[in-house]
């Protein structure tokens, strides 16, 4: 069972059932719906088989699988599972079945054709396996390569699905946002492809490789780095990583590089939205993780206080932006801004607590933002409007809509008791003992947040029923069939996040201890003793 390739197995599933759905005729819309549906319940059992096996206190990387690829250049076809990767793996394949399911009876959310449901399955069916491939690569040009293919079935689930009988203006708009999109990240990845040149041509003057050439290899170039064996100058080394870093901070995203992020939240489908922004977004603040601390230890020590006052900006500047908001979507979607900063504040605190906490705040953002957006999209597609301010009295004529939206929105504010609270709490304890003033002032957003949270939902759903709301309706079975495991999540995340902890917290500690980082000692004077002495 061990030499079964169990990491092809993850990302060819959804990738061979994209190819499928294709081949399905046109007029069997609901068939391929459900092939979509068990192909990504197959994805989540081969990564809750892998979860199962995996051993935390094992091998540092876990199921290597390693083959040739391109041998000329020293390129291989590497996989391999750590921690922090298997939890990203496990939200991937668990949030997308549920939005499939949520956009299973829809059919105005992803527009007219003969064939268009089959396109719009296979599409998100991809997404899903690029971004699989990417958590597991350990080959950095194969890392590269599905960093940057996943752009373009994003591309055309932002700009090719939507409402049916939508006005000129806002299929331009959506085209748009779609453009904005590409170009941002194509633009991020080609700064990215020159530093992964430029890396190659390091290990290839040092003769890395196998054959006395270059090398791609992750773990080979990791050592190299580390032991100071890449014979480069930190001119070098520091134009390197902000070449890594700053196509991370476009996907991430981090601030001023966020703009995209709005245009295409509000411009593509609730489920495609979420896609990208729990699920997509995420391989750049792992990316962070990965490649800019371990292939640039020093260089992230050196720019580590800079990044950390942008991902400050970022939180407030998000909130603040939250707060002014008249569109529901674009609200959450400036929310999750404020979000990534807490993650990559937590990624470049160097600390343990730091990068423990942003590796569970990307799983707990995921989670939440699913139930806010899609619980938002609920409504929205009863209703046909974003504005906030055609809502009122929600709460009288759907109660348990209103109601779930109420615990999304508390568990986005990061309320104890939920899973974000946690992840964020460490987030902070973990900045503070290195960036005390960082720390107080990202800690602010949590005010920022119940302002935003709660006069949304006062404005929408308390009071008394406004005109043209007395016709929305309750959840569906199958909309709480996407929404409960949500919010079960969210609950059980938020009281015991010790599963997820187990498997992050060594990995976190391998990457710090590697990169030769140690948590800060606490600056606590000896108090003198009764009898003349001292004591700690």
Not at 143 to 149: A, G, I, K, L, Q
């Amino acid at each position: 069972m061990n030499d079964f390739p169990w990491l092809t197995t993850l990302w060819a599933v959804p990738l061979g059932g994209a190819l499928l759905a294709l081949l399905f005729p046109a007029r069997w819309r609901t068939a391929v719906r459900a092939w979509a549906l068990i192909v990504s319940l197959g994805t989540l059992g081969v990564g809750i088989w892998l979860a199962s096996q995996f051993s935390p206190k094992g091998e540092h990387y876990q199921f290597i699988e390693s083959h040739q690829w391109i041998p000329a250049f020293g390129a291989g076809y590497t996989l391999g599972l750590d921690g922090i990767a298997l939890v990203l793996v496990l939200l991937t394949a668990g949030l997308i079945p549920l939005l499939l399911l949520a956009g299973w009876r829809d059919d105005r959310e992803v527009g007219s054709g003969p064939r268009v449901v089959h396109y719009y399955v296979a599409l998100t069916l991809v997404v899903e396996a690029m971004v699989l491939i990417s958590f597991v690569a350990l080959d950095i040009l194969l890392f590269y390569v599905f960093f940057e293919v996943m752009l373009i079935p994003m591309y055309f689930l932002i700009g090719g699905f939507g409402p049916r009988g939508e006005d000129a203006a806002l299929r331009a708009q959506r085209s748009r946002a779609a453009v904005k999109f590409l170009l941002y990240n194509l633009f991020g990845g080609l700064i990215m492809l020159a530093a992964v040149i430029g890396l190659y041509v390091l290990t290839a003057r040092e003769k890395l490789g196998p054959n006395g050439g270059g090398t791609f290899d992750f773990r080979t170039v990791m050592e190299a780095a580390n032991s100071g064996q890449l014979g480069a100058g930190p001119v070098v080394l520091n134009a390197l990583f902000l070449g890594f870093m700053f196509a991370f901070a476009v996907k991430a995203p981090l601030w001023p590089l966020h703009t995209w992020l709005p245009d295409a939240a509000v411009a593509a489908t609730p489920a495609s939205a979420v896609l990208m922004m729990a699920i997509v977004d995420k391989v750049g603040t792992f990316g962070m993780l990965r490649y800019c601390l371990l292939l640039f230890p020093t260089a992230a020590a050196d720019y580590a206080a800079v990044i950390c006052v942008l991902a400050v900006i970022g939180i407030i500047y998000g909130a603040l932006l939250a707060i002014g908001q008249t569109d529901v979507m674009r609200l959450i979607a400036y929310t999750s801004i404020s979000h990534f900063g807490f993650i990559i504040l937590g990624i470049f605190a160097l600390t343990t607590q730091g990068g423990t906490g942003a590796t569970l705040y990307m799983v707990n953002h995921g989670i939440s933002t699913a139930a806010l957006f899609l619980i938002a999209g609920f409504l929205v597609s009863r209703r046909g409007t974003r504005l906030i301010a055609d809502y009122g009295g929600v709460q009288k004529v759907a109660p348990i809509l209103a109601g779930t939206f109420f615990i999304a929105g508390l568990a986005t504010l990061s309320l104890p008791g939920l899973a974000p609270f946690i992840s964020e709490f460490l987030v902070l304890i973990g900045t503070f003992t290195r960036y005390p003033v960082a720390a107080i002032l990202a800690s602010t957003a949590l005010v920022l947040a119940a302002l935003y949270v709660l006069w949304m939902y006062q404005r929408m759903m308390t009071g008394p029923v406004k005109s043209g709301n007395e016709r929305i309706y309750d959840l569906l079975p199958r909309e709480l069939l996407v929404v409960v495991p949500l919010l079960g999540a969210l609950l059980f995340l938020g009281f015991y996040p010790k599963p997820v902890l187990d498997a992050v917290d060594p990995a976190v500690t391998h990457t710090l201890t590697t990169i030769g980082q140690h948590d800060p000692a606490p600056a606590v004077k000896p108090e003198a003793s009764p009898t003349g002495g001292t004591h700690k």
